[in-house]
């Protein structure tokens, strides 16, 4: 998906919500904001939506030197997570259907996400999200697509999330290739981050080799994108991942939460829905 | 008020607003958004908030030849407002407490406003704001001066909003000077819009001489501001105004709905209250 018009007024509330998480003086914000602002002017036509965040985060890298504003964030939302994990793995492991129960954690955990909301209430999402009916459902597709594959290679979003991607690896039950960010983008997760929420036990661990909230291929390492294209079932978190991947030609499966308009227009459902894509 | 750092992701959400309202070709809208990003760059230090939105508009007449994209929209306003006037009208008058019922009715009709907000409930509105208390309430000290003046000089702020300020001027029972916008800006009042609304007949109705959201005397008439500064008590209305002349020294009372974090902020009161508050 490209960035639209539709995507101004949020990339600017983005911005100013990573430029108040730097701690720079207001003058210095101001000034963020003005050099964030001349970025958005010159952003090349057709460019993908997470590229403005990249060159947002670059500058603020760039201006203040901290590495990974959003580490904090990151870390408490995945002990939050964590603390859940017992609950909600007994939930899944009784479950009727512990695929379908398993996939729905997967999505409600999508919640965890500072780039298009500034907040977010866990387990009120995860109760939803149990019983919400899903607004793109190819769950049973999915479900077969895993029985015929040797492998999965799972394509992470934020950190936190991370935690209910691992109850639905561990439900899948087939090897999986968990693939997360490069450096620090936003809330995404890194290999640190997966290593906190357990991955590390359950899935390899790799790093897609790029550094945007969404998995642009053309600026991952091409070793990963070897591994994309021999994949057999990839399973893609997030609209992140969505927006990157919504026009390629792969075996994906897009689990998300509608929280934008313009994704929620592409897919065709409102905002606030559940989807289990096949592309 | 001066224009802050928070005020940039709702200077650019407004302008979308408005760029959408004008039918443009999307691409001379993306044109439009660019230009009005660089006007935000550029904004001079210190500038008030309804500087950026007056320059904004601006820039899409210049474009489009449009001189008032709000039109249609006010004129939708005024009816609906015009249509609840007999019922309200009647509350008011039977009420244990005229003056309080159309001051809070005037509150209430501040929820028409296409800047802060792209839509609006109005009988809903009407409905809460009846009864809710006020998060600054300095009623009494207005019946006090009310009481004691010959004239008041009473400055509008959108179209819709102006039939709740005529049953507020009809309670008062005193001469009313009533001031518009000059010139199209946003959905603020003009002089056509208080006809429409039935202000003539128990008003004065005079323009400002200025063409922004909000009365910043800098801009008004030389004529306008003599009156102004000669005025016994002014009943000034809504955000703009409030931004415009919070730090005038003079005998005003602002009636407002807080729409804004910002505002809030500045009264001390969160978001969503109803304020009557002397300068």
Redesign the interface.
């Known amino acids: 998906m490209k960035f639209s018009?539709?995507c101004?007024?949020c990339a600017?509330?983005q911005t100013?919500s990573a430029?108040r998480r730097t701690g720079m003086e207001?003058s210095e914000?101001?000034n963020a904001?003005?050099r964030i602002?001349?970025c958005?002017?010159e952003m090349r036509p057709g460019a993908a939506a997470p590229e403005i965040t990249a060159q947002a985060h670059a500058l603020l890298r760039e201006m203040t030197g901290i590495e990974d504003i959003y580490q904090s964030d990151k870390e408490k939302s995945t002990q939050e997570a964590l603390a859940l994990y017992p609950k909600w793995k007994e939930v899944v492991l009784h479950s009727s259907d512990p695929l379908e129960s398993a996939v729905r954690l997967a999505i409600a955990g999508n919640i965890i996400d500072f780039g298009p909301l500034d907040s977010y209430d866990l387990e009120a999402t995860i109760q939803r999200v149990m019983t919400q009916p899903f607004a793109v459902n190819d769950l049973e597709a999915l479900r077969i697509a895993i029985d015929e594959v040797d492998e999965i290679l799972y394509l992470a979003d934020n950190a936190g999330e991370t935690v209910f991607d691992r109850i639905l690896i561990e439900s899948i039950g087939k090897p999986v290739v968990y693939a997360v960010k490069d450096a620090p983008i936003l809330n995404d997760a890194l290999i640190a981050d997966a290593h906190d929420a357990g991955l590390e036990g359950v899935a390899t661990v790799i790093s897609c080799g790029a550094r945007y909230p969404g998995t642009l291929l053309s600026y991952c390492s091409s070793e990963f994108v070897e591994r994309f294209r021999q994949a057999q079932l990839i399973i893609s978190k997030g609209m992140g991942n969505y927006e990157a991947l919504s026009a390629e030609e792969a075996a994906i499966f897009f689990l998300l939460q509608v929280k934008c308009d313009m994704v929620g227009t592409d897919l065709g459902v409102p905002k606030g829905s559940i989807v289990v894509k096949k592309a």
């Open positions: 018009l539709d101004y007024p600017v509330r100013l430029i207001e914000q101001v904001m003005q602002l001349q958005l002017i």
